[in-house]
């Protein structure tokens, strides 16, 4: 079993930035990991993921350009860096691990984090 354990979400104004983390309890190196998000009353959403067979890294449209997903894989943990936030952007942000893949519709993924609270104020 895995555990992933997200932090960094908070309250912050548009236009500002905010880095999430998600710490593993297992080594990164051969996991394909990812961000989802769910706003009040909406459906789970693929925010972004970052490949493990070759580090490269993908996007949803609303997130491209404003929005960077790294890891250290000496510190097992998962970052995102969320720069220019909207209002739109207030969720609660999970993180996904799993060996194969991170699929934007977030089907089958192995392991989920509990979710970190963003909420940008207008």
């Known amino acids: 079993q895995v555990q992933l354990v997200e932090s960094g979400g908070g309250l912050v104004q548009t236009g500002g930035s905010l880095r999430l983390s998600c710490v593993s309890s297992?080594?990164?190196?051969?996991?394909?990991m990812g961000w989802f998000r769910q706003a009040p009353g909406k459906e789970r959403e693929f925010v972004g993921a970052?490949?493990?067979?070759?580090?490269?890294?993908y996007y949803t449209d609303s997130a491209q350009g404003r929005f960077t997903i790294s890891k250290d894989n000496t510190k097992n943990t998962l970052y995102l860096q969320m720069n220019s936030l909207k209002p739109e952007d207030t969720a609660v942000y999970y993180c996904?691990?799993?060996?194969?893949?991170?699929?934007?519709?977030?089907?089958?993924?192995?392991?989920w984090g509990k979710g970190t609270l963003v909420t940008v104020s207008s």
């Open positions: 996904a691990l799993d060996p194969i893949r991170i699929p934007t519709t977030g089907d089958g993924i192995r392991y």
């Open positions: 297992r080594s990164l190196s051969n996991y394909a």
């Open positions: 970052i490949r493990w067979t070759d580090g490269g890294t």
